[in-house]
C-alpha cells in the first residue's frame, strides 16, 4: 500500500556530512509526522528526529546543533541533514511516517527498509 524509500547513506570520515532522503509513496491522503530512527549493532533502535505536518522538529539531544530534519509536504519527502558525524553515528537509519490512506479511516506507521550509515578512519 505504502512504500518508504531512503537513500543517501554510505561511507564517510568523522567531520563529514551525509543527506539522507525518504520519499513515500501510495495512496496517501495526508501525511502526519515523520522521522528518522537509527540502530546500531547490539542496541536498541532509537529516535534521532522527527518532524510534525506544520514543520516543528524534535531531536534527540546528542545531535542537536549537528543533525537538521526537513521535509518537503508536495513531494511526500523527509530529509535528514547530518553534519559532524562521530562514529557513533554508525548504524542503519530507518525511515518512519505516520500516514492517512485514501482507502482507510485511520493513521497508520510505516517503516522503510533502512540505509546504513558509516562513520570511519
Known amino acids: 500500500q505504502v512504500q518508504l524509500v531512503e537513500s543517501g547513506g554510505g561511507l564517510v570520515q568523522p567531520g563529514g556530512s551525509l543527506r539522507l532522503s525518504c520519499a513515500a509513496s501510495?495512496?496517501?491522503?495526508?501525511?502526519?509526522?515523520m522521522g528518522w530512527y537509527r540502530q546500531a549493532p547490539g542496541k536498541e533502535r532509537e529516535l534521532v528526529a522527527d518532524?510534525?505536518?506544520?514543520?516543528?522538529?524534535n531531536y534527540v539531544d546528542s545531535v542537536k546543533g549537528r543533525f537538521t530534519i526537513s521535509r518537503d509536504n508536495a513531494k511526500k519527502t523527509v530529509a535528514l541533514q547530518m553534519n559532524s558525524l562521530k562514529p557513533e553515528d554508525t548504524a542503519v537509519y530507518y525511515c518512519?511516517?505516520?500516514?492517512?490512506?485514501?482507502?482507510?479511516?485511520?493513521?497508520?506507521?510505516?517503516w522503510g527498509q533502512g540505509t546504513q550509515v558509516t562513520v570511519s578512519s
Open positions: 518532524i510534525t505536518s506544520g514543520g516543528g522538529p
Open positions: 501510495g495512496r496517501i491522503l495526508s501525511l502526519d509526522t
Open positions: 518512519k511516517a505516520r500516514i492517512l490512506l485514501y482507502s482507510s479511516a485511520d493513521y497508520t506507521i510505516y
